[in-house]
């Protein structure tokens, strides 16, 4: 149990336009999502955290209107990457914590995508 | 100063040896404590919790000192599937926005050799 997947794994575009990037709870759900970026050599960083039917809460630094978060259901999070460039082009993981889980510390990750602009 | 620190490494050890990690964390109202694993561009996963009276999982212990805010984990008999980068990851939860928020260190990265 406790699976999420992140589709696509793998984009490449062009410098200008747009990427949508989906995180879905399959076999659970999840009130709460945490969207991540890691740079090549580096740690997670949190970009913001998405609950469902609310708007996200942005870490300090991360543009909300250029990385825009919505979370219409408790099982689908998506982060759209606006106007990318190559800066942008990094590690996206998402993460989600189960809303009926005791244990409410623990976060599961998807498996990420890569996001390449050109 | 970085809110949770690690030795980058690399570690560089033979099968079977014994390799310690250890992890500083600076806000001393954290709450929670874990280490997780990363494979080269997959996913972090969760390796185990660290308890304040420590825990063993395997060959995997942890342990935890809140008065010198230190976390670390101690992998016996290495084992060649053993090799990846162990991220040392805090949470402080404040409640409202800050919710949940897991904060990570850089990783260490561990290589086990034949």
């Known amino acids: 149990g406790a699976v999420v997947s992140q589709h696509p794994s793998r984009v490449i575009c062009k410098s200008g336009t747009s990427v949508k990037i989906e995180c879905r709870s399959l076999?659970?759900?999840?009130?709460?999502m945490f969207w991540y970026r890691q740079f090549p050599k580096q740690s997670l960083m949190l970009m913001a955290t998405?609950?469902?039917?609310?708007?996200?809460?942005?870490e300090q630094g991360v543009e909300k209107d250029k990385f825009l978060i919505n979370h219409a259901s408790l099982t689908l999070s998506t982060l759209t990457v606006t106007s990318a460039h190559p800066e942008d082009s990094s590690f996206y993981i998402c993460?989600?914590?189960?809303?009926?889980?005791?244990?409410?510390?623990?976060?599961?990750f998807g498996p990420g995508t890569r996001l390449t602009v050109l | 100063r970085k809110e949770v620190e690690q030795d980058p490494g690399p570690f560089n050890v033979p099968e079977g040896a014994t390799v310690a990690f250890n992890c500083t964390y600076s806000?001393?109202?954290?709450?929670?404590f874990f280490w997780y694993r990363q494979d080269c561009r997959k996913e972090p996963k969760l390796l185990m919790s660290?308890?304040?009276s420590g825990n063993e999982d395997g060959r995997f212990t942890a342990q935890l000192n809140r008065a010198s805010q230190y976390i670390s984990l101690l992998i016996r008999d290495s084992k060649l599937s053993d090799s990846a980068t162990y991220l040392c990851?805090?949470?402080?939860?404040?409640?409202?926005?800050?919710?949940?928020?897991?904060?990570f260190g850089q990783g260490t990265i561990l290589t086990v050799h034949p």
């Open positions: 993460s989600a914590r189960d809303r009926g889980q005791s244990s409410y510390n623990e976060q599961f």
């Open positions: 076999d659970f759900q999840a009130t709460t």
């Open positions: 990851v805090v949470n402080f939860d404040a409640g409202g926005t800050s919710y949940g928020k897991l904060t």
């Open positions: 806000n001393s109202a954290s709450q929670s």
């Open positions: 998405s609950n469902e039917g609310s708007k996200a809460t942005y």
């Open positions: 660290v308890y304040s």
